[in-house]
């Protein structure tokens, strides 16, 4: 509480109903000069212990009614200028009397000197000190009084009221004192803690770090040694430990001959020469005792306590490069495979043309002699030996192309026969083969390339299980259905009907130590170039995709029985009897486009032999020539795809080009069909045919498009 005021002079409020009084209180409290009391000045002296300053004085504040004085000292306490003693007459009529300005004064003004003033005897001080509290600051003056009473109350209640306020203003400075050191030791103290919990925090800290770069250190999947100036074990991380079946601690100090080297290989060496070569910084390096390939990588870490102490260290980081080695030599491999593939692509392409030539002259041979002929049955031998040939051909090319997954509703059994027709022309003659197909519902919804990727998997693993001393090859294609809670083999599987799929061969088994292992990728037993450890697990991919299982039983010395099951789906297919096309007489004119002669000869022999007109062209562009010229004579375009200088779809766009509408066959001796690749789109080519086209192909398009009279059909038996 501050109670330091203004140097002024002391106020002193009265407060009488009667003018006359009020005059007197000014004459007695704030006389002139040279009507000073004498007496009082004897009295202040007396009760003080000092003179009375002449520079001491009053100010005298005056009040007719309880309202006035009571307002006056609100006022005085807002301006900051106290009065230090009021005198209250108790009667002021006609409004409130001088108890109930007492009253209210001392709410206003705590430390007030009140005098209460009364002529009448019935005035009780209890009852006034119960309402202005406290007592000592209320005093009783009765009238009529003596004049020097008032000087006394004036003068001692003013010094009471000076030192009670000097006390205050010496008690505001102590407590502000004692605030401000408090605030100071409050400061201190907080530095204090702050920094031992600073300091603490930082102990953590560095306690954390090491904790996270030892656990960053041995969670580190490349191993890492530290060695000492002697190439000495300092430490190394938990990979490294545990490639060498020993705990960090019992490796250091050991040397680096110790921790790689064995009996019969000795890595260390690479490695020191690495150390001691101040150019290169890494090398790469077989190391058998830690079961891989590994690229060596040195920094040098220097530490240091003190200036003068400066240690230098040399880290080694070893990554296992051996998966990296292997996929590399696996790509190689796919690479191989794949160059293979393109050019099986590109023979069977040409094998096609030459096929095309021989069964187009065979069959127009055949269709000019008579049943009863002697070259008859040869001409037919040769036009089977020449189909067989097509569909081994056609064979080699599906599994050559590389092409998106393309799920389809299909029959299995028809699909195993012509992969096991492929099989039977690659596998050795040691093998027998042996096929049962028993399946009344082999209908599932699957990839035909990956079926046929299944069966050649489970076939040549089986045969290079039988490659020494042969043996026979069961292939058995039935149903199985899985009844809910049966108790089966194959837990996993869900009950309903499947597609059941046994290879069984007589080779010399699976050993059980690696029976479980069969089916990871990259896992064989095979010597380095006799396989990539990926069929069995590829086998198991598909199957898996497509919700079946596979199964494995075997004993050593007794053969392998691989179970594929997939489950089946209850679409119904539709039967269709094979069909050919006898033309009475063709009507139109065609021209052909191949550059292969005589291809382009056998095949405009066939069309002349159905009764149509032909033109036949080697060159693109002379076929595009000559239609641009009489476009409205010809009805159809027959074109080979693959030429020099022009590709048939080429031809088809140009043709396009000169808004001439008219249909074109496309003859393509690859196994895809050309829906459009970029800008090779064209609505013209109505329809592909694969070479070698055989004449009922043929003439069954070729009346398609023109629209010719209605054929004569008749069933092959």
Known sequence: ????????????????????????????????????????????????????????NYE??????????????????????????????????????????????RKLDPLIQIVIVSAYSDVDPSVISQKAPPADKLLYLNKPFDVREISQFVASLTAKWQAERGFLELQSRLEA????????????????????????????????????????????????????????????NMAMASRVHAHP??????SLAALFDTDTSQPSASILALLQDKEETSCEVDIPRLEGQFIITKNVLT???????????????????????????????????????TLAGGIAHDFNNILGIIMGFTEMSLGSVTQDHPLYPKLNHIFDASTRARDLVRQI??????????????????????????????????????????ATSDLIEADPTQIQQIIMNLCTNAAFAMRQHGGSLTITVDNMTVIPGEKRDQPDIKPGRYLRIRTADTGEGIPLTVRDRIFDPFFTTKKPGEGTGMGLAVVHGIVRKYRGTIAVTSLPGHGTIFTVLIPTTHINTIQTEDHFVEMTQGKGVIIIVD????????????????????????????????????????????????????????????????KIA?????????????????????????????????????????????????????TLT
Not at 249 to 254: A, E, I, Q
Not at 310 to 337: C, N, P
Not at 402 to 414: F, G, H, I, R, Y
Request: aromatic share 6%.
């Open 60 to 105: 005298l504040v005056r009040a007719s009614t309880a309202e006035e004085a009571v307002h006056a000292v609100k006022h005085a306490v807002a301006q900051n200028c106290p009065i230090a003693v009021a005198f209250l007459d108790v009667r002021m009529p006609p409004g409130h009397d001088g108890v109930w300005a007492a009253e209210h004064i």
């Open 595 to 658: 550059d292969e002669e005589l291809l382009l000869e056998v095949t405009t022999s066939m069309l002349r032999s159905f009764g149509y007109v032909v033109h036949p062209f080697s060159r693109p562009e002379d076929a595009l020539f000559f239609l641009t010229q009489t476009p409205q004579e010809i009805d159809l375009l027959i074109t080979d795809h693959n030429m020099p200088g022009m590709t048939g779809v080429e031809l088809a766009q140009k043709i396009e080009r000169f």
């Open 303 to 341: 530490t240091s306590t003190t200036e003068m102490d400066v240690e230098a260290h040399i880290v080694l980081v070893a990554h296992d490069i051996t998966r990296r080695k292997l996929l590399e030599s696996k790509l190689r491999q796919a690479q191989k495979m794949e160059a293979i593939g």
């Open 1 to 56: 509480m501050n109670v330091s005021y203004p140097d002024n002079p002391i106020r002193i409020l009265v407060a009488d109903d009667e003018p006359r009084i009020l005059d007197l209180y000014r004459d007695l409290i704030t006389p002139g000069e040279t009507q000073r009391d004498l007496y009082t000045d004897d009295i202040s002296a007396a009760l003080f212990q000092h003179a009375p300053s002449e520079e001491s």
């Open 177 to 236: 004192l004692v605030d401000e050191r408090t605030h100071e030791l409050a400061r201190t103290n907080a530095l204090l803690k702050n920094e031992i919990v600073e300091r603490k925090r930082v102990a953590d800290l560095i306690a954390t770090a090491k904790k996270e770069w030892e656990s960053t250190f041995d969670s580190v999947q490349d191993l890492i040694v530290i060695l000492d100036a002697n190439t000495k074990v300092k430490r190394l």
């Open 397 to 438: 090319l599906t599994f050559s192309r590389q092409t998106e997954e393309s799920l389809a509703t299909l029959n299995v059994t028809p699909l195993i026969r012509e992969t096991m027709k492929l099989l039977r022309a690659t596998l050795p003659g040691l093998i027998q083969i042996h096929e049962h197909y028993k």
């Open 249 to 254: 601690r019992d490796l250091v100090g050991t």
């Open 662 to 714: 008219i249909p074109i066959i496309l003859l393509t001796g690859f196994s895809h069909v050309f829906h459009g690749e970029g800008n090779t789109e064209t609505s013209l080519i109505r329809e592909t045919l694969f070479k070698p086209v055989l004449k009922k192909d043929l003439a069954t398009a070729v009346a398609r498009l023109l629209k010719t009279e209605p054929p004569q059909e008749a």
